[in-house]
Each structure stands twice: as C-alpha cells, then as structure tokens.
C-alpha cells in the first residue's frame, strides 16, 4: 500500500481514529476504571438515547442538513404520558407502549405534514415542539404529583428496557452472553467477505483480501471483547438488543433500499430529484414521521433507567443526536453520511461522557468539551469537502 493509500485510509477512518485515542486516554486518567464490566454496561443504557435518536435525526439531516429540535422536549411529554398510562392509570405495559407509539405517529404526522406540505421550515416547526412540548409535559407532571415527578415503573416495562437477557451475579462469566458475541463476531466477518465476493462477481470495485480480513478481524474482535466484559457484568442488556436492532434496520435501509436512496439523492440535490420522479415532499414527510416514532422508542430505555419521569427529562437530548450525526461524518448540507459513522459518532460522545462522569469533571466543563470536539468535527468536514474539489 502506498502513501496515497495510507493516507486515504486515516482521512476515512479519522473518527475511529479519535475514539481509539480518546477511548486510552481516560484509560489512563481513571487508571483503567473505563475498562471495568460496569463501564461497558453504563455506557450502552446511559447512551442509548444518542443511538436511537441518531438514526431519526441522520435520515432528517441527509435531506438537506435538516433537524428535528423538538425531539428532547417530546421525550419529557411521551415520559409524562407514560407516567399518567401506567403508574396514576394503571394501564398494562404492553397497552401503554403502543399508545406511546401512537401518539408518536400522530406526532409525526402533524409534523411531517406541516414540513413537507405547507411548507414550514424544519427548524421553526420543530423549535415549536422544543418550547410547547417541556412546559406541557412540566404541567401533566406537576398536576399528577406533589413532587413534580412521577415514579416507579412497572417492574415488567423495566425489563423490557432496563433488564439483562439470562442474568447472572456480577463477576460471574456470563456463559450466554460470551456464545452470543461469539455467533455475532462470526456473522460479521461472513457479512464482509460475502459483501466481497458479491461486488467482484458484479464487477465492482472490492477491498483486497488482506484488507478484508483485517476490518473483519478487527470488527470480530472488537464485539468478543465488548460481550467478554459485559459477560462479566451479569449479561447482555436489553438496552444493547433495542440499540442494534435499530441500527442494522436503518443501516440496511440507508444503504439496501430504494427509499434510502432517495434520501440522499433529496439532500444533495432537491430539485433535481423532484425532477427525476423522487417524490420529495414524501421523503421530507416520511423523515419527520421516522423521527417522531424514534423519540417515542428512546423515551422508554430513558424512562426505564431512570425509573421516573420528571421535568427535565430529555435536556440537551436532541444536542447530543445532532453531536453525534455530525461527529461521525453526516454532512451538515445533507446528502451525505451513514449509519456506522453516526454509531461511531455516538460512541465517541459517549466514552467522553463516561469518562468525564469517572474523573468527576465539573458538568460545565463537559459541555465545554463536548463543543469544541462538535466543533472540531464539522470544522473536519469542511476542510475535507474543499480539499476533494
């Protein structure tokens, strides 16, 4: 491989790059307490959220650098309306999630319609929710409750989200938990050189052998290690079924399907796909109504962590969705991005959150932090998309 090469590879691979560097360097600030089972458990249910609500807000953004500003404030409403459905009601688990969902499709019809039909900017729409969505879920809180908050959750509803699949006592390996990495680790490095073999039989450009079983090897050993420690911290969390569930749906989407297509060819160049028979106001219809049920899903791992729901549930939410879209390489003009760069972009937030929490670093300073490194990535971006012209 050749210098040009190489230095194609890091430029493509710079995100992972920083997560690696930044992951070993609070390795060595908490003197290896990132590393511990428990950290890998915290860090999937703390983050969940940022994974979900990134592959609603990456499938708005590709349609022309879009955002849905409301989607933090809609989890304070949907956590309320759950709070009233089964704790003050009563209602089954089963009968309240899908009446969250519902309201999360009514929501998102409204919203869609509004964006794609009549026109309204994304951004003023859903600053509408952003403001109207909190003081309403603040309001259904405080009339239900002294506290301002409603708690606990059915035990049920908390497994569903909040559990661990064939739990065992930490610090006991969890024999399962390892099988499934292990069948996981095999199944991707059979999906890469499959992918392989399908693109040289149609003439397409492929990586090399060598390179091919170097991201397989690497992406194999990068999920034994993970379901390794989790193993050791008393199973696989249900959190982590819901998150990958999500993501290899909307990868296979954004990269398998004629509707994916579509959202990136209405981001790069909107007219032009309306004039090619792309139906674009229903993409812009179909991204918001996506966006909304994605918010209702991650409202409940939220809920079930927290065991409660309160006025300031969702803070900050849709900065962290955002964050991580742009980190991992989603353009912020549209038209551009993936999944696994979103996934990568989440993670990297997370670990810098996880690992300022272990150090006790002052949350001010977090948010400091969490700036600059979401500056430094769009700054990234822009200098990368004048260097390729």
């Not at 992951?23 to 990132?34: D, K, N, P, V």
């Not at 024999?175 to 050189?193: D, E």
């Not at 090897?217 to 982590?240: K, N, Q, Y």
Request: with cysteine; charged share 10%; net charge positive.
């Amino acid at each position: 491989m050749d210098k040009t090469n190489i230095l194609a590879a890091l430029k493509k691979n710079a995100m992972l790059i920083v997560l690696v560097l930044v992951y070993l360097f609070f390795m060595i600030l908490t003197q290896g307490g990132i590393f511990e089972p428990s950290s890998f458990t915290e860090l999937i249910n703390q983050n969940a959220y940022v994974f979900i609500l990134g592959c609603g807000m990456l499938m708005c953004m590709l349609t022309g650098g879009n955002i849905d500003l409301s989607c933090g404030s809609f989890v304070c409403l949907v956590s309320a309306i759950g709070g009233i459905f089964m704790i003050v009601s009563g209602l089954g688990t089963g009968v309240s999630i899908l009446l969250l969902l519902l309201i999360g499709v009514v929501y998102g019809c409204i919203l869609g319609f509004l964006i794609a039909y009549i026109h309204i900017p994304p951004w003023i729409a859903t600053l509408a929710g952003y403001l109207a969505f909190r003081g309403l879920g603040t309001f259904i809180l405080s009339s239900n409750s002294t506290t301002g908050s409603l708690a606990p959750f059915p035990a049920d509803f908390r497994n569903i989200f909040y559990g661990k699949i064939f739990p065992t006592e930490k610090g006991i390996f969890n024999i399962p938990c390892f099988v499934f990495g292990l069948v996981a680790a095999a199944i991707v490095l059979l999906t890469i050189f499959w992918t392989r073999r399908n693109r040289i039989k149609k003439g397409y450009e492929a990586d090399t052998f060598g390179k091919a079983a170097i991201k397989g090897g690497l992406s194999a050993a990068v999920i034994i290690l993970v379901m390794s420690r989790l193993a050791m911290d008393g199973g696989i969390p249900t959190t982590l079924l819901w998150v990958a569930g999500i993501v290899l749906i909307y990868s296979f989407i954004t990269s398998k399907t004629t509707i994916g297509r579509h959202f990136y060819v209405v981001g790069g160049n909107i007219e032009a796909a309306r004039l090619s028979g792309v139906n674009t106001k229903r993409i812009m219809f179909i991204a918001y109504l996506n966006m909304a049920v994605l918010t209702t899903i991650a409202t409940m791992p939220v809920i079930a962590r927290s065991n409660s729901a309160y006025a300031n549930l969702g803070k900050n939410f849709e900065m962290d969705a955002i964050s991580a879209c742009v980190v991992g390489g989603v353009s912020a003009s549209g038209g551009a991005g993936s999944v696994l760069g979103m996934v990568i972009g989440a993670t990297l937030i997370g670990v810098i959150n996880l690992g300022m929490s272990l150090i006790s670093l002052d949350a001010n300073y977090q948010r400091v932090v969490k700036g600059f490194v979401l500056l430094a990535a769009v700054v990234f971006d822009i200098v990368s998309k004048k260097k390729q012209k």
